[in-house]
């Protein structure tokens, strides 16, 4: 986090490559200088948008999941205990993102 803040870094928001992760592609190639066409393109919407199946059958690392349904998922396989000590620890970091209840409902 420093260095998005010392202007030596980019941040890239989970939330937002979920709702759009074709577009967010898109930007972390030409951030990073990489080339991408259309056949990638469609490849990222295909990877993302094709396959519609619940949370818990996706593999821990699996590259095609639906990307909308990914969002909040780590909310739905952890009890409210769960939640409150990945904040109490988050908090630690004084990172000045997830501050506010709603981001932990």
């Not at 205990?81 to 904040?87: A, D, N, P």
Request: glycine share 4%; proline share 4%.
């Amino acid at each position: 986090w420093r260095c998005v803040q010392q202007g030596n870094g980019q941040a890239v928001f989970f939330e937002e490559v979920c709702e759009e992760p074709v577009d967010s592609f898109l930007k972390i190639f030409q951030m990073l200088g990489l080339s991408h066409d259309e056949r990638i393109m469609r490849e990222h919407q295909r990877l993302c948008y094709e396959r519609e199946k619940p949370i818990d059958t996706y593999y821990p690392h699996e590259t095609r999941r639906n990307s909308s349904k990914m969002i909040r998922s780590w909310q739905s396989q952890l009890t409210n205990e769960e939640v409150y000590s990945v904040r109490k620890i988050w908090e630690r970091f004084d990172v000045p993102l997830y501050r506010g209840d709603q981001d932990w409902k």
